[in-house]
T-cell receptor, first 116, second 111 residues
Framework: GAVVSQHPSRVICKSGTSVKIECRSLDFQATTMFWYRQFPKQSLMLMATSNEGSKATYEQGVEKDKFLINHASLTLSTLTVTSAHPEDSSFYIC????????????FGEGSRLTVL | GQSLEQPSEVTAVEGAIVQINCTYQTSGFYGLSWYQQHDGGAPTFLSYNALDGLEETGRFSSFLSRSDSYGYLLLQELQMKDSASYFCAVGDSGSARQLTFGSGTQLTVLP
């Protein structure tokens, strides 16, 4: 099956710094990737839809200037959390659509961000 | 908007059968999916129903009734490794790919 790789899996940073998370589709091209955020014991909340070669589409309530998304190629999307604060600590997960037409999303392994 | 409801917790013993229900309200509908997530891990795809009826994949089956805005995931011959969170998700009015997830059901399988 399709493989989506996410890096780093864990990151700890100081408040005020920026953190970049990469999401790669390893064996297929993904024109669209999705970024989710998940707090402990809660559901996945869609943050934004990342489109290759164009601007990302952000969900209501998600600050586009704080969560910068770049989808520079068909296999790579990046999420940069700028000026991170402790409340940004969360599990960030990317996903890409499989090619089978079943609506199956393939998820990356997730990145756990802890802001001190 | 979209909303999905599923039970927060379910407990069962090894070898038993468990049904996790999901009701949804969406402005559009492009299929009901089910995902499994173990603690600390990423969600993994289990099943997808675009049409009414039952889809069977090994020990897992998923059912959809579009007229009732209802579906369920059926897990048979439960194993300890099935302990995880299970999320239903619907493709919304914009795209089958853009999913809205339910709040998740924590399944605990006891020996």
């Amino acid at each position: 099956g399709a493989v989506v790789s996410q890096h780093p899996s864990r990151v700890i940073c100081k408040s005020g710094t920026s953190v970049k998370i990469e999401c790669r589709s390893l064996d297929f091209q993904a024109t669209t990737m999705f970024w989710y955020r998940q707090f402990p014991k809660q559901s996945l909340m869609l943050m934004a839809t990342s489109n290759e070669g164009s601007k990302a589409t952000y969900e209501q309530g998600v600050e586009k200037d704080k969560f910068l998304i770049n989808h520079a190629s068909l296999t790579l999307s990046t999420l940069t959390v700028t000026s991170a604060h402790p409340e940004d600590s969360s599990f960030y997960i990317c996903s890409a659509l499989g090619t089978g037409g079943t609506g199956e999303l393939f998820f990356g392994e997730g990145s756990r961000l802890t802001v001190l | 908007g979209q909303s999905l409801e599923q039970p927060s917790e379910v407990t069962a013993v090894e070898g038993a059968i468990v049904q996790i229900n999901c009701t949804y309200q969406t402005s559009g509908f492009y299929g009901l999916s089910w995902y499994q997530q173990h603690d600390g891990g990423a969600p993994t795809f289990l099943s997808y129903n675009a049409l009414d009826g039952l889809e069977e994949t090994g020990r897992f089956s998923s059912f959809l009734s579009r007229s009732d805005s209802y579906g369920y995931l059926l897990l048979q011959e439960l194993q300890m490794k099935d302990s995880a969170s299970y999320f239903c998700a619907v493709g919304d009015s914009g795209s089958a790919r853009q999913l809205t997830f339910g709040s998740g059901t924590q399944l605990t399988v006891l020996p």
